[in-house]
């Protein structure tokens, strides 16, 4: 008995051959080959694999955990586009402080954005050990000051696979610990499609020359 060969019957799945040789294949199977039965159920299941994975869209709320968890990557950190404006307005380890902000105690940094449309004040304060730190913020959105930044969904990454995901509470608060990588990202998720991207590297190491990406 003469077989088909497993190019021939990806050609069939992918009705690629003539009328003629498809009416011989479907013959060969329906004499009961077991081999070459084998082989196109194969290739079926391939192609109805690859049509479901052409449809499928994962949830979004995965995504965002997906590219916060791994923005560490030098690929994807070397392609990054700017997500909006971020001005620094303050930054204990670059500046005394300014009056009326508190003052902050060795392991501790203070600092004060503007990222439209919010105005974002973060804490980063080590833990004992050193081993996690906590990120506490409040978000003031610009447009609406009456109303705060209640309800913001947030997420906070250390750049090393550790992700936390948050919302602000009524007053535009929250509080968060992760593990101490020395970098941290906090992700902004407003009433626009654009996020917005605070990027820290060595977030607690203080330094005269450093320098902050914010995008």
């Known amino acids: 008995m003469k077989h088909f060969t497993a190019e021939e019957w990806i050609d069939l799945v992918n009705q690629l051959v003539s009328?003629?040789?498809?009416?011989?294949?479907?013959?060969?199977?329906?004499?009961?080959?077991?081999?070459?039965?084998?082989?196109?159920?194969?290739?079926?299941?391939?192609?109805?694999?690859?049509?479901?994975?052409?449809?499928?869209?994962p949830p979004q709320e995965a995504v965002r955990i997906a590219k916060a968890a791994f923005a560490g990557s030098e690929w994807v950190r070397d392609r990054r586009t700017g997500s909006g404006v971020i001005e620094l307005l303050f930054d204990s380890f670059l500046q005394p402080a300014l009056e009326g902000v508190r003052s902050v105690g060795?392991?501790?940094?203070?600092m004060l954005y503007r990222a439209d449309p919010f105005q974002v004040d973060l804490q980063v304060e080590a833990q004992t050990g050193g081993r996690t730190v906590v990120v506490t913020g409040q978000l003031l959105d610009l447009r609406h000051p009456e109303a705060g930044g209640r309800d913001v969904p947030l997420v906070l990454s250390n750049l090393r696979g550790r992700v936390v995901q948050a919302t602000t509470n009524k007053f535009g608060e929250f509080r968060e610990e992760i593990e101490n990588?020395?970098?941290?990202?906090?992700?902004?998720?407003?009433?626009?499609?654009?996020?917005?991207?605070?990027?820290?590297?060595?977030?607690?190491?203080?330094?005269?020359?450093?320098?902050?990406?914010?995008?």
């Open 19 to 57: 009328p003629s040789q498809r009416q011989a294949m479907e013959s060969h199977l329906e004499k009961g080959c077991p081999r070459c039965a084998t082989v196109f159920s194969r290739w079926q299941r391939v192609r109805r694999a690859v049509e479901a994975e052409a449809s499928y869209q």
């Open 181 to 215: 990588s020395g970098d941290l990202e906090l992700v902004i998720h407003g009433t626009s499609d654009r996020a917005l991207t605070i990027l820290l590297h060595d977030v607690l190491i203080q330094s005269a020359d450093r320098k902050h990406e914010n995008q």
């Open 106 to 110: 060795p392991g501790t940094r203070r």
